[in-house]
Nanobody
């Protein structure tokens, strides 16, 4: 059974930084994509960034230059370094693993940016 455990959310002032982590456990194909999504109340979940097991990254336009996604394949862990945070980055952030044609989600971690 695959499980994703996120950590690192919290409250930060505008302009500050946070680092999210997501560790995947279970039987996981070495070829996979991990990523971060975010969702505000009443809105659809949206892509923030993804990274393949080969290190290819993709970012949503509003976070380019501010957020950096990385991963440690040996630990099946993905990170999201968030710098220059803005109040509009306030959301619940979810980790996702796509492997063997199946998608798995973490439980979500709250990120709140105060102005």
């Amino acid at each position: 059974q695959v499980q994703l455990v996120e950590s690192g959310g919290g409250l930060v002032q505008a302009g500050g930084s946070l680092r999210l982590s997501c560790a995947a456990t279970g039987s996981i194909s070495s070829i996979n994509v991990m990523g971060w999504y975010r969702q505000a109340p009443g809105k659809q979940r949206e892509l923030v960034a993804t990274i393949t097991s080969g290190g290819i990254t993709n970012y949503e336009d509003s976070v380019k230059g501010r957020f950096t996604i990385s991963r440690d394949n040996a630990k099946n862990t993905v990170y999201l370094q968030m710098n220059s945070l803005k109040p509009e980055d306030t959301d619940v952030y979810y980790c996702k693993l796509l492997a063997s044609r199946r998608g798995y989600w973490g439980q979500g971690t709250q990120v709140t940016v105060s102005s």
